[in-house]
């Protein structure tokens, strides 16, 4: 790139196709970040308290949940003790298509191990069941009965209210 002489020099901003790259939102940031979100409103945390708990500010949580800021490697290790899940959870229920885009297969589970990726899990496939209002009020709601023996018997009366599930 040519360079002119005089004041308007550093006004002059190189055209680099790597740091655009870089600067662009990731589906995988994303995915992370609606992980992160997802577990931290089913434990009924707050921006605020999560980002006090990695010595951040809720504004910085919040990008993390947007998938605007990269989640580092160290930071999803904190995430993975503070939010109480293993880091796998973080991946947990990718859409496969996705998956396949930066690295895997869709539909091999070997791949999708040597990724990192966990197998999907039962029951949510890629509907939006957890981040319904009415999921997290129920599981809200059902963590907050303090008699172990009682919340035992109310797991026990839904499971046997809903229809079987083929598997």
């Known amino acids: 790139m040519a360079h002119h002489a005089g004041n308007d020099d550093f006004e002059q901003k190189p055209i680099d196709d790597k740091a655009d ?43 993390y949940e947007r998938g605007v800021n990269r989640v580092s490697a160290s930071r999803l290790f904190d ?3 503070v939010l109480d899940v ?4 973080f991946y947990d229920d990718m859409p496969p298509a996705l998956a396949a885009a930066y690295g895997g ?7 999708r191990r040597a990724m990192g990726f966990s197998d999907a899990q039962d029951g949510f496939g890629n509907d939006d ?11 809200r709601a059902y963590y907050r009965i303090t008699d172990a023996g009682v919340r035992k018997r109310v797991f026990d ?6 229809p079987e599930v083929d598997g």
Do not use: C, W, Y
């Open 21 to 63: 790259k870089e600067h662009k939102q990731s589906p995988i940031d994303t995915h992370v970040g609606m992980r992160m979100r997802l577990r931290r409103t089913l434990m009924g945390m707050s921006q605020e308290r999560l980002g006090e708990a990695l010595g951040l500010t809720f504004q910085q949580v919040q990008k």
């Open 79 to 81: 995430l993975s003790r």
């Open 129 to 139: 069941t957890l981040n319904r209002r009415e999921t997290l009020e129920l599981v």
């Open 105 to 111: 297969q869709a539909g091999s589970h070997g791949a």
């Open 86 to 89: 293993p880091i796998s959870f």
């Open 157 to 162: 009366l839904i499971k046997s209210l809903a």
